[in-house]
């Protein structure tokens, strides 16, 4: 219990970010909030978290910016889990700022352009998402992409299937420290070392739950080529270590008991740098990226080092079964 309250700390803080972040919206001189342009429509698919506040709140504040998308319309699925008893705020949030909220996926894809995708839970990310690609409507879904490897390995063959463009990502990748290290500043990157908050969630991969986001930066810095992973588990904390094909190491602390930060190190050529830690900057980042691939269909993450990480982790769950002995990734 003293998990979820503090992660629903966490997601306080994050919406109070977003808040701070002085996006207020579009409107016009009467006060009257401005419709989008055509295509322009973004629709959110659950309302269990807080990021369905935050990037509407971001989003539609970026009309200013001349970029003109705006969340208009939003579906909570009854089958949801919600998990952190966020749904009644998130929903009123929502509605003060003057998106639908509508009783159906086809009432939501009739009256949207492109979707977010923000059920907390992996689980149904597959079905959710399958009348989205069939509407053949761009979508970014929230991390985890799915529960599980053999999960993400259907959503993305589904967006293949349907020739429509997704991406996934947590905002961590997209942090200021880690994109700055993407982009060179210490030359080849020779291996990183992060730390992350590592809740457990019985129905999802140990990594998928929460630290994934130390598994994106990770990933972000490193890029793919993992061979093997061995994990280190205690009921506090996991040291889990990958092995990248070339001999490069990357490893994940991942710690139970809050309170922790999301950060860590990468070691180059040319010395080292800090990535992370989480700021509001990542959000930022995230959601530009969100805009972007919306408005030209090209994902900045590839489906293929996504469906990566979730083997890293599908790995890290058979190393603990195995007493931490290291085994193959299974992509």
């Known amino acids: 219990?003293?998990?979820?309250?503090?992660?629903?700390?966490?997601?306080?803080?994050?919406?109070?970010?977003?808040?701070?972040?002085?996006?207020?919206?579009?409107?016009?001189?009467?006060?009257?909030?401005?419709?989008?342009?055509?295509?322009?429509?973004?629709?959110?698919?659950?309302?269990?978290?807080?990021?369905?506040?935050?990037?509407?709140?971001?989003?539609?504040?970026?009309?200013?910016?001349?970029?003109?998308?705006?969340?208009?319309?939003?579906?909570?699925?009854?089958?949801?889990?919600?998990?952190?008893?966020?749904?009644?705020?998130?929903?009123?949030a929502?509605?003060?700022?003057?998106?639908?909220?509508?009783?159906?996926?086809?009432?939501?894809?009739?009256?949207?352009?492109?979707v977010l995708l923000?059920?907390?839970?992996?689980?149904?990310?597959?079905q959710q998402a399958l009348p989205v690609f069939e509407a053949k409507k761009r979508v970014f879904i929230d991390k985890p992409l799915s529960a599980s490897l053999a999960g993400a390995k259907a959503i993305v063959a589904a967006s293949e299937r349907y020739r429509t463009p997704f991406f996934s990502s947590s905002s961590l990748r997209f942090d200021p420290n880690v994109q700055q290290v993407m982009q060179g500043s210490i030359g080849r990157v020779n291996g990183a070392d992060v730390y992350t908050p590592a809740e457990l969630e019985e129905i999802h991969l140990d990594m998928a739950w929460y630290a994934i986001h130390g598994l994106e930066m990770l990933y972000a810095v490193l890029g793919p080529g993992c061979q093997r992973v061995s994990r280190t588990f205690t009921p506090d904390a996991d040291m889990i270590m990958g092995v990248w094909a070339d001999g490069r190491i990357g490893t994940v602390r991942g710690v139970?008991?809050?309170?922790?930060?999301?950060?860590g190190t990468a070691f180059g050529e040319k010395g080292t740098a800090p990535l992370g830690p989480f700021s509001d900057q990542a959000y930022q980042g995230l959601v530009s990226q969100i805009i972007q691939f919306f408005d030209t269909g090209v994902p900045p993450v590839n489906a293929a080092d996504t469906l990566e990480m979730f083997a890293f982790m599908e790995a890290a769950d058979r190393s603990k079964k195995r007493n931490g002995k290291a085994v193959r990734l299974d992509v």
């Open 94 to 114: 929502l509605t003060d700022q003057g998106v639908t909220l509508v009783d159906s996926m086809e009432k939501l894809l009739d009256t949207c352009d492109v």
């Open 256 to 263: 139970r008991k809050w309170p922790v930060g999301i950060a």
């Open 1 to 92: 219990m003293n998990a979820i309250l503090n992660r629903r700390t966490f997601i306080r803080s994050a919406v109070v970010a977003g808040v701070g972040l002085g996006m207020l919206g579009r409107y016009d001189v009467l006060g009257k909030a401005l419709a989008p342009k055509a295509g322009k429509r973004i629709g959110i698919i659950g309302l269990d978290t807080s990021h369905s506040e935050v990037f509407c709140r971001m989003i539609n504040g970026m009309g200013d910016a001349g970029l003109d998308f705006r969340v208009t319309v939003a579906y909570h699925p009854a089958t949801n889990r919600d998990v952190l008893n966020l749904v009644p705020s998130v929903s009123k």
């Open 118 to 126: 923000e059920t907390i839970d992996g689980n149904p990310h597959l």
